[in-house]
DNA sequence: CTTAATTCAGACAAGTTTGTCTTAAATTAG
DNA sequence: CTAATTTAAGACAAACTTGTCTGAATTAAG
């Protein structure tokens, strides 16, 4: 997993919240949990961390809820990565090795650094409104499919 | 992380069998897990994985240890990475949903599938022999940095 | 003011990954 | 055969991630 599930929930809530019309008012976590088919309180709290991080403002009491704190164009899923997983995948060695730098590289270092930095770029350059609106336009899914068929025989 | 940790270590391990020159003859475990600074139990329970797939032999006793199952350059990484964390790597999504397909796209579904590529053949394309000239001829590591200088004040 | 709705905070549980340890089995050397 | 060495197997523990739950604080509405 290049992300933590905690960073994928938050990247399709805040991905919701741009892809939801009303981009003024707060929308409730219990909503959002039920139309992404997440744990309402495990949302929840990582919802807590993208308030904290400045990146959505809250409110609470009767139509309360959650919305961006910027508009949807100023804010790019890297900035949703990084509050939530922390810096790790800017700098995080293919082979697990400490200090990944080019002064102290892994056999794999050049190809990898290349593919780190695709990634880098992919969440750099996405902001949270131009992947709504490729939401919004095409026929693109933010929730599991039909839920797991069951196992074993 | 986009490979486990027991993954990294089996490909460290792998990789310094394929850089050993001794290609015929075994190596301890204990041995390796000295030169490459991890746990011997670990490692060892790593190995037995590998050795279990038939990507390496093993024998016990006095001399005994393991060796590459087959020629440095008949294994790429890609065998060893699915060996240990299995075809995940493969078909995983970015966001962590389920059943990723053309089909069944998610926002990011083209920009992930081109990155994922990349990756996968990196894995392909990679041989033990190959990254393990690049290591005998350049400056690589294997192993981490001195040892963590401890946090705090 | 009272009540209901909602987020906030944090304890707690469950699950997974990582790491340690002990014992058994196999192999080699003498 | 005996003893030493080494992997195999698996129990167990520690750490981290994921998920659940309860109660407090805040807000809005009547
Ligand atoms: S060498 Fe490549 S893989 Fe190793 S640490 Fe540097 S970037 Fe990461
Ligand atoms: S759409 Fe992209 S990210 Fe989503 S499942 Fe398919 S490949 Fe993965």
Redesign the pocket.
Known sequence: ?VL??????GLRAALFLAASEREES???????AKALG?????L??I??TL??KGLMV?????????RLARPADSINLMDIVIAIDGPRLLNECVLGLNGCSDQHPCPLHRQWVSIRSGITELFNQSTLKSVAQRIAEGSYRLIDLIEEPEKKV
């Open positions: 997993m933590s599930k905690s960073c994928d929930y707060f929308v409730s976590i219990s909503e959002m997440l744990s309402f309180h495990f929840t709290k919802l807590q308030t904290r809250s409110t609470k009491g009767p139509h309360g809820g959650v």
